[in-house]
Nanobody
């Protein structure tokens, strides 16, 4: 069974940086991994994703230039580095695993979520 372990969430001051990591175990065989975020009453939105083969990446417009996503194939781990954080970045962040022929076409597995709070 595939398990996702998320880490790196917490309280950060505006303008600060934070790193989120997600490790997948159980031979997930995923097409890609990514991070989504959600606030109460709003739909979940994609933040950043990376393919597991090749170097395809996908960033939301709101984080382009502030975020860098990377992967560690050997450890099945994905990391998102976020810089110049803003209060509007506050949300629950969910690790996501994509499956299927299209790299970023379908998310089939979600993490439990980790809270990110950007506040002074």
């Amino acid at each position: 069974q595939v398990q996702l372990v998320e880490s790196g969430g917490g309280l950060v001051q505006p303008g600060g940086s934070l790193r989120l990591s997600c490790a997948a175990s159980g031979h997930p065989g995923m097409t890609a991994m990514g991070w989504f975020r959600q606030t109460p009453g709003k739909e979940r939105e994609q933040v950043a994703s990376i393919s597991w083969t090749g170097d395809q990446v996908l960033y939301a417009d709101s984080v382009k230039g502030r975020c860098t996503i990377s992967r560690d194939n050997a450890n099945h781990t994905m990391t998102l580095k976020m810089n110049v954080l803003r209060p509007e970045d506050t949300a629950i962040y969910y690790c996501a695993v994509y499956y299927g022929p299209t790299v970023f076409g379908h998310v089939s597995l979600w993490g439990q979520g980790t809270q990110v709070i950007v506040s002074s």
